[in-house]
């Protein structure tokens, strides 16, 4: 089979089941977030015995199913009443306390795995490298810095990182959700919904099932789940080899569906005991793809507009197509005497996935916050290595993460629809919702805080005399491994600023300057925008709705799908081309 036809066979699969899903799931979502308020208690059935696990119940032509026996209660152990609903100001600060309480928690819980159960003889994780972790995976951005197996016990990996791997994405569905009810509701009061069930139901009713029948077809391909520490084995010299064992395929499956990407053994999903087969390979792309792909479709129909989804999903699947394109063939080439050799670019990938399977993994991992990894991004190409770097930094909207890529779009379609109406002299509106200077502020401020983060730590970094000593290719200024070290440095807050997580791995950066530089980045980075679009959100929610009229932009059909585009080329390019023309761009003109 060659090559070519091996790209297009995976796309192709890859296309159908998303095809597949897109209606069923997307309206799914919306149906589990469309409810203002949870089951009325009062008129709940339970059947004879009373003991029946859920309930069905008709509202407006619409089933809603509600877990009782989880669902309510989780509520009634948290005093959480699901009828109440909250501002932007109630939603930013639950969800703010709750972070946090989670941060905390899972801080605590690397420091004292010493003495807890199931450590395999692994001590505490050091503080710098346990601030580093906690924020990492609270934040969505599953940034390791340091090797799994050596430094993670088997308690500490799914009691807390797997944990946090279901709740990060659920508060980043949580906030989509509540924007996307901004442009929905109108009240005086900007009430966007309710955090914490919001939170409850995107874990139980979305992420849990989905992930367990993800983690079931993991398993029957050969995926690990297991609590031992390890075994040994005997290697092809006759030296005893230890290998390393954890409960892998459960945190897999939440791995790539909430787009987190931290692998529970140190070679990610390049390792045979994570992702053994193309099929699974296959599994985990649409994995990452399949949630926020579906939410085009959940926003389409909560808004009444499915057509406004489909605008959303053509600009997410023209930037993934160019980037595939120009990933795809830049590891096709052969550039350099190892690549010559082996007729591609196969340094730092695995040969039973080959350039199409590594190249569709490295653009949807980095199209999304997902960040896992099956090839070695460092040994890319410099126009492949840059591409990937590039897909980060337009944001992550294609398709984006679970929730993050939904609202990181529409902030940058109300920027569009902001500078369409100024062109052609029509008032700006979207959605019905006027965007007048408060909300054209508040998307043009979590526009900026990305970028601001992404340069100012570049600079800091590489003006660092310390830097060079942890870059795996540095030299005078203007050569070929100065320009790579530049880019190592460029894609870690690239990556840490976006909440990805992958990284060249040529830097190490396991000092005090990178753990905490890098902390803060994915901290600022995660939390600032959404304190911005939800405030956007609750600005949105106390508009009074207007109807088109002749005055209005279509924010539908290829014009506007192609001044979304526009805007977000624009805002990557004029904001980091001189960042890319001192890296990858010279790199690949070398």
Known sequence: MTAALAASLQILVVVVVLAIAYVPLGDYMAKVFATEHDVDSRTESLGAAGSTATLQRTRGG?????????????????????????????????????????????????????????????????PSVAFNTAISFVSNTNWQSYTPETT???????????????????????????????????RTGGEIGNF?????????????????????????QGVIQSFSTGFASTGLDGSSVSNALAPVASQEAIKELGTNGGGILGANSAHPFENPTPLTNV???????????????????????????????????????????????????????????????????EVRFGIPGSSLFA??????????????????????????????????????GVGTGLYGLLVLAIIAVFVGGLLVGRTPEYLGKKIGQRQITLAALSVLVMPALVLIGTSITVILSSTTGFQGNSGDPGTPGSIHGFTEVLYAYASASNNNGSAFGGLTVTSDWFQTSLGIAMLLGRFLPI????????????????????????????????LVLGTAV?????????????????????
């Not at 959700?177 to 109108?186: N, S």
Request: with cysteine; glycine share 10%; charged share 10%.
């Open 62 to 126: 619409t089933t809603v199913w509600a877990d009782l026996s989880v669902e309510k209660l989780i509520y009634r152990l948290c005093r959480i009443d699901p009828r109440s609903q909250q501002t932007w100001v109630g939603y930013a600060l639950s969800l703010l306390g709750f972070s946090a309480a989670s941060v905390l928690f899972l801080y605590v819980l690397q420091r004292v795995q010493g003495v807890l159960p199931l450590n395999g003889g692994l001590s505490g994780v050091s």
């Open 152 to 186: 993670m016990s088997n308690l500490t990996q799914p009691l807390g990182l797997a944990v946090q791997n279901f709740v990060s994405a659920a508060v980043g569905l949580a906030v989509a959700i509540a924007v996307v009810r901004g442009f929905v509701r109108v």
């Open 196 to 220: 914490w069930v919001d939170l409850v139901r995107g874990i139980l009713r979305i992420l849990l099932p989905l992930s367990f029948v993800i983690a079931l077809i993991l398993l029957t």
């Open 283 to 349: 599994v985990q792309i649409i994995s990452i793809l399949l949630i926020p792909v579906a939410l085009t479709r959940t926003f389409g129909t909560m808004v009444g507009d499915r057509r406004q989804g489909l605008t959303l999903l053509a600009v997410m699947t023209a930037l993934f197509a160019a980037l595939l394109t120009v990933t795809a063939v830049a590891e096709s080439g052969a550039r350099g005497a190892a690549a010559q050799a082996a007729g591609s670019m196969m340094e730092g990938k």
């Open 363 to 400: 653009v949807a991992t980095t199209g999304t916050s997902t960040g896992a990894v099956n090839s070695a991004h460092d040994s890319m190409s410099p126009l492949g290595g840059g591409a990937v770097l590039l897909n980060m930094l337009f944001g992550e909207i294609a398709p984006g």
């Open 531 to 562: 304190i911005f679009v939800l405030a956007l959100a609750g600005s949105l929610a106390t508009s009074k709705r207007t109807a088109p009229n002749p005055g209005t932009l279509p924010t539908t059909g290829p014009l506007f799908t192609g």
């Open 570 to 590: 624009l805002v990557a390019a004029l904001t980091f081309f001189p960042a890319l023309a001192l890296g990858p761009i010279a790199e690949a003109l070398q």
